[in-house]
């Protein structure tokens, strides 16, 4: 049996993690595709990635409360094969309908197969290590995906970048076919033979505070990405110079997933979680407002970089407060819930009133944040002590 200590099944995991999360790399690329090249407004390109993205959140609500008894590789391994159809057939066509239906069904598909690979991690022996090694793989996917694939839809056109999303959800489901790895037993069943037979406990509120604060992140890192690459072309910055912001951030995202597993004993998870979302917002304004390239390349070069390492606090903090895995593998339903408005909230603000107004977005949606973060360490006792090693 392959375990999560092995090396096929971290490998595994990786591969899964990269797949399923293409759009915490992919959305300016994404959605400035559907505008430059299908000719889609920002808001019907925004709907298309919120498309997506919900149909992940529906799988993995679906699918998180029932996680301790679905067979992971089969689902892992069946969704990211349907999505990489899906993904296929949406580079064949240029019809809104028929690229929004792709669009839900890909997803649906894809956040199925994600939700059972984050809940594997969340059973790993430790997980927020084991996630950290998944973001420093989604880095390296960044720097391959952003320093290849932009060039290349600018020479063959909008529907290599499908292309290339089948692919890459083709290596996932090839992946989990030959070395998704079975979760480690849980501590409460691994003490207990009659366990499994008992109703799990309800979620700690605490882990709640969570799940919104996470969302609330993802949706401010969704609804500014997705306008990333737009805001600098359309600020005359120029193709180059704008690839060259992505590929940099690219780079820094090798790092951010890296740093969090080495400070996890060093920096408490409380300071991380708050500060986290403040420089969130930050960073939006600047990018979104910058009348200058060079603040503007410096702020998106380290923005998705900023959500990396603090998600991976949150993911070390939720696995303690909930042993079961229960709550980390609707880990995509917690990120793309917020994701999934984003592209269409980013998309509608912008058509109304500019670029601009995201910062102002973003400084009300990570306060949320904050205040859904400070809530965890407010809870009672058993929070507290689930963070105490944080």
Same mark, same amino acid.
């Given at each position: 049996?392959?375990?999560?200590?092995?090396?096929?099944?971290?490998?595994?995991?990786?591969?899964?993690?990269?797949?399923?999360?293409?759009?915490?790399?992919?959305?300016?690329?994404?959605?400035?595709?559907?505008?430059?090249?299908?000719?889609?407004?920002?808001?019907?390109?925004?709907?298309?990635?919120?498309?997506?993205?919900?149909?992940?959140?529906?799988?993995?609500?679906?699918?998180?409360?029932?996680?301790?008894?679905?067979?992971?590789?089969?689902?892992?391994?069946?969704?990211?094969?349907?999505?990489?159809?899906?993904?296929?057939?949406?580079?064949?066509?240029?019809?809104?309908?028929?690229?929004?239906?792709?669009?839900?069904?890909?997803?649906?598909?894809?956040?199925?197969?994600?939700?059972?690979?984050?809940?594997?991690?969340?059973?790993?022996?430790?997980?927020?290590?084991?996630?950290?090694?998944?973001?420093?793989?989604?880095?390296?996917?960044?720097?391959?995906?952003?320093?290849?694939?932009?060039?290349?839809?600018?020479?063959?056109?909008?529907?290599?970048?499908?292309?290339?999303?089948?692919?890459?959800?083709?290596?996932?489901?090839?992946?989990?076919?030959?070395?998704?790895?079975?979760?480690?037993?849980?501590?409460?069943?691994?003490?207990?033979?009659?366990?499994?037979?008992?109703?799990?406990?309800?979620?700690?509120?605490?882990?709640?505070?969570?799940?919104?604060?996470?969302?609330?992140?993802?949706?401010?890192?969704?609804?500014?990405?997705?306008?990333?690459?737009?805001?600098?072309?359309?600020?005359?910055?120029?193709?180059?110079?704008?690839? #060259? +912001? $992505?590929?940099? %951030?690219?780079?820094?995202?090798?790092?951010? @997933? &890296?740093?969090? =597993?080495? *400070?996890?004993?060093?920096?408490?998870?409380?300071?991380?979680?708050?500060?986290?979302?403040?420089?969130?917002?930050?960073?939006?304004?600047?990018?979104?407002?910058?009348?200058?390239?060079?603040?503007?390349?410096?702020?998106?070069?380290?923005?998705?970089?900023?959500?990396?390492?603090?998600?991976?606090?949150?993911? #070390? +903090? $939720?696995?303690? %407060?909930?042993?079961?895995?229960?709550?980390? @593998? &609707?880990?995509? =339903?917690? *990120?793309?819930?917020?994701?999934?408005?984003?592209?269409?909230?980013?998309?509608?603000?912008?058509?109304?009133?500019?670029?601009?107004?995201?910062?102002?977005?973003?400084?009300?949606?990570?306060?949320?944040?904050?205040?859904?973060?400070?809530?965890?360490?407010?809870?009672?006792?058993?929070?507290?002590?689930?963070? #105490?090693?944080?």
């Amino acid at each position: 049996m392959i375990t999560t200590q092995s090396r096929r099944g971290r490998a595994a995991l990786m591969v899964g993690h990269c797949a399923g999360m293409v759009d915490l790399v992919a959305l300016p690329v994404w959605v400035g595709t559907l505008m430059s090249v299908y000719r889609f407004d920002p808001q019907q390109a925004g709907l298309l990635a919120t498309l997506f993205l919900g149909g992940a959140v529906a799988a993995s609500l679906f699918l998180a409360p029932f996680f301790q008894r679905l067979p992971g590789r089969a689902v892992a391994a069946a969704g990211f094969a349907c999505a990489a159809v899906g993904f296929a057939v949406a580079s064949t066509t240029t019809q809104f309908p028929l690229l929004a239906l792709l669009h839900a069904v890909s997803g649906i598909a894809a956040g199925a197969a994600l939700s059972v690979t984050h809940g594997t991690i969340a059973r790993s022996h430790h997980p927020h290590r084991m996630f950290a090694l998944a973001g420093m793989a989604l880095g390296v996917f960044a720097i391959v995906f952003l320093g290849g694939v932009p060039a290349l839809v600018a020479r063959a056109g909008g529907p290599v970048l499908f292309q290339v999303f089948a692919g890459v959800m083709a290596v996932g489901a090839v992946a989990a076919a030959l070395a998704f790895p079975a979760p480690d037993a849980a501590p409460d069943s691994a003490a207990r033979p009659g366990a499994a037979s008992v109703p799990p406990a309800p979620l700690p509120p605490a882990v709640w505070s969570g799940v919104l604060g996470i969302a609330a992140m993802g949706l401010v890192q969704s609804m500014t990405f997705s306008f990333l690459e737009r805001v600098g072309s359309d600020r005359g910055y120029g193709l180059q110079a704008v690839m #060259g +912001v $992505l590929v940099a %951030l690219g780079v820094v995202n090798l790092f951010p @997933a &890296a740093l969090a =597993a080495v *400070l996890e004993k060093r920096w408490a998870a409380r300071r991380v979680l708050l500060v986290g979302p403040a420089l969130q917002a930050l960073l939006v304004v600047v990018i979104m407002n910058s009348p200058a390239f060079a603040p503007y390349a410096v702020a998106a070069s380290v923005f998705a970089a900023v959500m990396i390492f603090t998600h991976t606090f949150a993911f #070390g +903090v $939720l696995a303690r %407060l909930d042993p079961s895995g229960r709550a980390l @593998a &609707a880990t995509p =339903a917690m *990120l793309m819930f917020g994701a999934a408005i984003g592209p269409i909230l980013g998309g509608t603000l912008v058509k109304a009133w500019g670029y601009g107004c995201l910062g102002v977005a973003a400084l009300a949606i990570d306060g949320l944040a904050i205040y859904a973060f400070a809530r965890i360490h407010r809870a009672p006792r058993a929070a507290a002590a689930a963070q #105490g090693a944080a």
